[in-house]
């Protein structure tokens, strides 16, 4: 999409850095001691913590990438927000008041308190740093796809944008500021995304959008013996015609261009629909719809194609409560646009194409997750294996785990979970709404999904659009901030103070914090710009399972079986992360990413959790058995 920047979008983001900028400057100057940079001194009120739980959570994946997911998938993507909501009941019920009695900055500190081991020190530090950084890359990317429609800027500097800005949050305040900008963040994200809800609604459905939406053409062709086609008009010319998973598209000259259409072989005969198709060529140039992006040729999508009504097919609804617009989504059909991609000579192109779907389809499970007729094993057990990491891994971030410590007590911990959960609930539901509002009232940019619920914000005036950026930027500095903190912790407290035991005041800690707060903001800008365009929900998905699977069965075995050892919890800690990071590396979705195709990677699964939250269990158990007598000794 090509973008053009907003002066009220602009200025509201400028407002908000500033601000955030000068509320980090004060509370920096009280910042002083170790416990009140890695823990806020433990004195947030539990209603302002909940909130900030709720501001560190909904981070970028669960407000664009989820938004776009659901856009795109369907209900699908909303299996994401059920996962994510899901996995707080482990953490209010196992998680929540254990976390703060047994601990005192860090994840560490309660995994170690019983017993003062240098392997789960270096095993939990080393977790916690590989869990924040996959979690940040999701995060800098939301940032650099928000940057380009709000400032038209490029997607790096989007990245170092925010970068810069959180790595000065941190290294001010650290927490204390981290937190009451999730506070504000999380607020500000669920009353606006309330009110972006209530004008989808009072918008109802129409088969026409909005007055910009582009009327896709038709063109009407004939097959020869010889099986190549012509146009009936001379209009143009067909040139080629590639076949990419059973679709084929016929490159077409026409009007001093050259555009990709899709093939539709019917029982009248053949005709082209206009697609939406990105060449990249052999001398590295890129063109959209045949033509350079500046030019303007690719579109927004997506828009029903049927509306019915008490049994009757209308153009448009009116105003809709929220229950009567599920219900005529359902009853209705979609207009997707999945995508093919392949290479014609030297050239890669990538088409998106109209593809008619039925509500009903949009409305439940098997867009995006096969599971029904026609599924694979393994595509049954990536579905699975992303709900376990989902269902998992909330309780077991680093960044979530560190909230705990804010409060005064462990009663106070478990009041602000149920207020993270009353608040994170009610946004998740918002999302539904958000996403199927950008699937069906074409506003979707097919080249990032992750955009989808700003467009939409869009569609209802620049003013509206420029709060949701905004807050949608505030999302990512205030999850950002929070991972940070938590990696800072990692390195200063649980690394160089227990570890490796470096004489240090309480105000070299705070220093040393500050140090690795910036170090791992530049590697996290880094990582930003290189996984440019991936959704960031399914980025996030694979921080989920890497948490899970490398934290999750030590804090649950440690709380319940008392012939855990420390050596078994190091042990679960490195085979967890070690297995779970090699599935992914070797899964279809990284191997595309290589440039090499899905079918060459040699494991099916894009979610690892499956395999590696039962072996990081099993190491548990068995090498805490061998370990009895020993640790018992200690």
Same mark, same amino acid.
């Given at each position: 999409?090509?973008?053009?920047?907003?002066?009220?979008?602009?200025?509201?983001?400028?407002? /908000?850095?500033?601000?955030?900028?000068?509320?980090?400057?004060?509370?920096?100057?009280?910042?002083?001691?170790?416990?009140?940079?890695?823990?806020?001194?433990?004195?947030?009120?539990?209603?302002?913590?909940?909130?900030? /739980?709720?501001? !560190?959570?909904?981070?970028?994946?669960?407000?664009?990438?989820?938004?776009?997911?659901? *856009?795109? %998938?369907?209900?699908?993507?909303?299996?994401?927000?059920?996962?994510?909501?899901?996995?707080?009941?482990?953490?209010?019920?196992?998680?929540?008041?254990?976390?703060?009695?047994?601990?005192?900055?860090?994840?560490?500190?309660?995994?170690?308190?019983?017993?003062?081991?240098?392997?789960?020190?270096?095993?939990?530090?080393?977790?916690?740093?590989?869990?924040?950084?996959?979690?940040?890359? @999701?995060?800098?990317?939301? *940032?650099?796809?928000?940057?380009? +429609?709000?400032?038209?800027? +490029?997607?790096?500097?989007?990245?170092?944008?925010?970068?810069?800005?959180?790595?000065?949050?941190?290294?001010?305040?650290?927490?204390?500021?981290?937190?009451?900008?999730?506070?504000?963040?999380?607020?500000?994200?669920?009353?606006?995304?309330?009110?972006?809800?209530?004008?989808?609604?009072?918008?109802?459905?129409?088969?026409?959008?909005?007055?910009?939406?582009?009327?896709?053409?038709?063109?009407?062709?004939?097959?020869?013996?010889?099986?190549?086609?012509?146009?009936? !008009?001379?209009?143009?010319?067909?040139?080629?015609?590639?076949?990419?998973?059973?679709?084929?598209? *016929?490159?077409?000259?026409?009007?001093?261009?050259?555009?990709?259409?899709?093939?539709?072989?019917?029982?009248?005969?053949?005709?082209?629909?206009?697609?939406?198709?990105?060449?990249?060529? &052999?001398?590295?140039?890129?063109?959209?719809?045949?033509?350079?992006?500046? !030019?303007?040729?690719?579109?927004?999508?997506?828009?029903?194609?049927?509306?019915?009504?008490?049994? $009757?097919?209308?153009?448009?609804?009116?105003?809709?409560? @929220?229950?009567?617009f599920l219900s005529l989504v359902n009853e209705g059909e979609v207009v997707c646009f999945p995508k093919a991609a392949f290479t014609d000579g030297g050239d890669k192109v990538a088409v998106h194409y109209?593809?008619?779907?039925?509500?009903?389809?949009?409305?439940?499970?098997?867009?995006?997750?096969?599971?029904?007729?026609?599924?694979?094993?393994?595509? =049954?057990?990536?579905?699975?294996?992303?709900?376990?990491?989902?269902?998992?891994?909330?309780? &077991?971030?680093?960044?979530?785990?560190? #909230?705990?410590?804010?409060? +005064?007590?462990?009663?106070?911990?478990?009041?602000?979970?149920?207020?993270?959960?009353?608040?994170?609930?009610?946004?998740?539901?918002?999302?539904?709404?958000?996403?199927?509002?950008?699937?069906?009232?074409?506003?979707?940019?097919?080249?990032?999904?992750?955009?989808?619920?700003?467009?939409?914000? #869009?569609?209802?005036?620049?003013?509206?659009?420029?709060?949701?950026? %905004?807050? *949608?930027?505030?999302?990512?500095?205030?999850?950002?901030?929070?991972?940070?903190?938590?990696?800072?912790?990692?390195? &200063?407290?649980?690394?160089?103070?227990?570890?490796?035991?470096?004489?240090?005041?309480?105000?070299? $800690?705070?220093?040393?914090? =500050?140090?690795?707060?910036?170090?791992?903001?530049?590697?996290?800008?880094?990582?930003?710009?290189?996984?440019?365009?991936?959704?960031?929900?399914?980025?996030?998905?694979?921080?989920?399972?890497? %948490?899970?699977? &490398?934290?999750?069965?030590?804090?649950?075995?440690?709380?319940?079986?008392?012939?855990?050892?420390? $050596?078994?919890?190091?042990?679960?800690?490195?085979v967890g992360m070690v297995s779970a990071l090699t599935i992914i590396m070797l899964s279809p979705s990284m191997f595309e990413r290589y440039g090499l195709g899905k079918s060459a990677a040699p494991i @099916?699964?894009?979610? +690892?959790?499956?395999?590696?939250?039962?072996?990081?269990?099993? %190491?548990?158990?068995?090498?805490?058995?061998?370990?009895?007598?020993?640790?018992?000794a200690a």
């Open positions: 999409m090509t973008y053009t920047p907003s002066p009220v979008a602009v200025i509201l983001f400028i407002v /908000f850095v500033l601000f955030v900028i000068v509320l980090s400057s004060i509370l920096g100057r009280r910042t002083k001691s170790a416990q009140s940079y890695f823990a806020a001194g433990g004195t947030i009120h539990w209603s302002v913590n909940g909130i900030a /739980f709720a501001g !560190d959570y909904l981070s970028a994946a669960s407000f664009l990438g989820i938004c776009g997911m659901i *856009a795109t %998938a369907g209900y699908d993507g909303f299996l994401y927000s059920i996962g994510y909501l899901a996995g707080w009941v482990v953490a209010l019920f196992v998680v929540a008041e254990p976390m703060k009695r047994l601990g005192k900055y860090t994840f560490t500190d309660a995994l170690d308190s019983k017993f003062n081991s240098k392997g789960i020190q270096l095993m939990a530090a080393i977790s916690t740093l590989v869990v924040s950084m996959c979690y940040l890359i @999701p995060q800098m990317v939301g *940032a650099g796809a928000l940057v380009t +429609p709000l400032l038209g800027l +490029p997607h790096y500097v989007g990245v170092v944008m925010v970068g810069g800005i959180v790595i000065f949050i941190v290294a001010t305040a650290g927490m204390t500021s981290t937190t009451y900008v999730q506070f504000l963040k999380g607020g500000l994200l669920i009353i606006f995304s309330t009110v972006l809800v209530i004008m989808v609604c009072h918008h109802g459905l129409s088969k026409k959008p909005y007055t910009d939406y582009h009327d896709f053409r038709t063109l009407t062709a004939t097959a020869t013996p010889d099986g190549s086609l012509v146009l009936a !008009d001379t209009v143009g010319k067909v040139l080629t015609v590639h076949d990419a998973g059973g679709q084929k598209f *016929a490159k077409v000259e026409m009007d001093g261009s050259v555009d990709w259409w899709q093939v539709v072989e019917t029982t009248e005969g053949v005709r082209l629909e206009e697609t939406l198709s990105v060449t990249k060529t &052999a001398d590295g140039a890129v063109l959209y719809n045949g033509a350079p992006k500046a !030019d303007g040729k690719f579109y927004q999508v997506g828009h029903m194609s049927r509306i019915v009504v008490d049994g $009757k097919e209308v153009e448009s609804t009116g105003p809709l409560s @929220p229950w009567e109209q593809k008619l779907v039925s509500g009903k389809r949009v409305m439940r499970p098997g867009l995006k997750f096969k599971v029904d007729k026609g599924a694979k094993l393994s595509d =049954k057990l990536n579905f699975i294996s992303l709900m376990l990491a989902l269902f998992f891994g909330t309780s &077991a971030l680093p960044h979530i785990l560190i #909230r705990y410590y804010t409060v +005064p007590s462990a009663r106070c911990a478990r009041k602000s979970t149920i207020v993270a959960i009353a608040a994170i609930g009610f946004f998740y539901v918002l999302t539904l709404f958000m996403g199927i509002g950008a699937m069906v009232n074409g506003v979707l940019d097919v080249e990032s999904s992750n955009m989808s619920a700003p467009l939409l914000a #869009r569609l209802f005036g620049i003013p509206l659009f420029a709060v949701i950026s %905004a807050i *949608a930027f505030a999302t990512v500095l205030g999850t950002v901030s929070g991972l940070i903190v938590a990696a800072s912790g990692a390195v &200063a407290h649980d690394l160089m103070d227990r570890y490796l035991r470096i004489e240090m005041s309480d105000r070299g $800690k705070v220093m040393a914090g =500050k140090i690795a707060a910036v170090s791992v903001g530049i590697v996290a800008i880094f990582l930003g710009i290189i996984f440019k365009g991936m959704n960031v929900s399914f980025l996030v998905g694979l921080a989920f399972a890497v %948490a899970a699977s &490398a934290n999750l069965p030590a804090i649950l075995m440690l709380l319940f079986w008392k012939k855990t050892t420390a $050596k078994g919890i190091a042990a679960s800690i490195l @099916p699964l894009d979610n +690892p959790g499956i395999i590696s939250i039962p072996l990081s269990f099993l %190491a548990l158990v068995i090498v805490s058995l061998m370990t009895q007598k020993k640790d018992a």
